[in-house]
């Protein structure tokens, strides 16, 4: 119900730009957030856009990282600017009915749905 796609190898200093194609659910309706997991690391919040178009990111890719989402449109982007070795991880599309529960303030401590990942790396 959820794809992520777009990843790829990158540079320092590039950027590029990941697709969530979303079905099977009332998009309009959902929050949709970006997640990541490096390896041997605990997945990381990118970011979380709530259905009426409020949008927040994590510390680590604030000023660098866009996420958009056109109610009307499929899918959501990710843009992603300046890349850094950090960077480097699994990235995951994911929805649920709760803003909050993207942000990491609900009880499940989980989304609804989760997407396929799609692998971005950033060489030195």
């Known amino acids: 119900q959820l794809q992520a796609s777009g990843g790829g190898l990158m540079q320092t200093g590039g950027s590029l730009r990941l697709s969530c194609a979303t079905s099977g659910f009332t998009f309009d309706r959902y929050a949709i957030g970006w997640f990541r997991q490096a390896p041997g690391k605990e997945r990381e919040r990118v970011s979380c856009s709530s259905s009426d178009g409020a949008t927040e990111y994590g510390d680590s890719v604030k000023g660098r990282f866009t996420a958009s989402r056109d109610n009307d449109k499929n899918p959501v982007y990710l843009q992603m600017d300046n890349l850094k070795p950090e960077d480097t991880a699994v990235y995951y599309c994911?929805?649920?009915?709760?803003?909050?529960?993207?942000?990491?303030?609900?009880?499940?401590?989980?989304?609804?749905?989760w997407g396929k990942g799609t692998q971005v790396t950033v060489s030195s």
């Open positions: 994911a929805a649920d009915r709760s803003y909050y529960e993207c942000l990491g303030y609900g009880v499940s401590k989980d989304m609804d749905y």
